[in-house]
């Protein structure tokens, strides 16, 4: 079975702070993403990358950004951490092709204070 | 535009009832459509896909959904549902020409009663 980990299931933050969210997947999937998850609002795409050291802003990549250094590994980092980042944050992973199924890890519940 | 749209944001089912889950899209061509299960706490869990061929897909859990062209429709089923159906169900899609990314539904909140 596909494992996509998050490094953290909770996280309390201040605001200000410089954030990361870590993911590791073990099967060597090419496509990596980060998704955001709010009440009402369902998932959305903050980053992805389809390679090593290769990234595309998705729909709301603002106070975002990312670091793909290994294949295995995604990192979600928040330069300086707002309240209104207060969130769900889920990682998922798939092989390279538009067909291929997203897995997912189990989410990092952050809260910034 | 490109969307995708689960019209019920709740549903209340009795245990042991069937359950039918609605999803329409509105893309230029046919995309790459998914269902995802979400429990509490929990990441999303791939419950089934189609890609093309035969209209209706078996899934796990005892899900199906049946692609409909004509209506643009993709809706997840479940003849019996239980308890532990309980849950979140997401709708998704992949354009078949441009991306990488899933486009997301809203989410449908699934509801089991006694």
């Known amino acids: 079975d596909v494992k996509v980990t998050q490094s953290s299931r909770y996280l309390v933050k201040r605001t200000g702070e410089k954030v990361f969210l870590e993911c590791v997947q073990d099967?060597?999937?090419?496509?990596m993403f980060w998704y955001r998850q709010d009440p009402g609002l369902g998932l959305r795409l903050i980053y992805f990358s389809y390679d090593v050291k290769m990234k595309e802003k998705g729909d709301i990549p603002e106070g975002y950004s990312v670091s793909r250094e290994k294949k295995e590994r995604f990192s979600l980092i928040l330069e300086s951490a707002s309240t209104n980042q207060t969130s769900m944050y889920l990682c998922?992973?798939?092989?390279?092709?538009?067909?291929?199924?997203?897995?997912f890890g189990d989410g990092t519940r952050l809260s910034i204070l | 535009a490109q969307s995708v749209t689960q019209p019920d944001i709740h549903i209340t089912v009795s245990e042991g009832a069937s359950l039918e889950l609605r999803c329409n899209y509105s893309?230029?061509?046919?995309?790459?459509l998914f269902w995802y299960v979400q429990s509490p706490g929990q990441g999303l869990q791939l419950l089934l896909k189609y890609f093309s061929g035969d209209t209706l897909v078996q899934g796990i859990k005892g899900f199906e959904a049946e692609f409909k062209r004509s209506q643009s429709s993709f809706n997840l089923r479940k003849p019996s549902v239980h308890w532990s159906d309980a849950a979140e169900y997401f709708c998704?899609?992949?354009?078949?020409?441009?991306?990488?990314?899933?486009?997301f539904g809203k989410g449908t909140s699934l509801l089991v009663t006694p």
């Open positions: 099967m060597d999937h090419e496509n």
């Open positions: 998704a899609v992949a354009p078949r020409d441009s991306g990488y990314a899933l486009n």
């Open positions: 893309y230029g061509a046919t995309p790459y």
């Open positions: 998922a992973s798939s092989f390279g092709g538009r067909d291929q199924p997203q897995h």
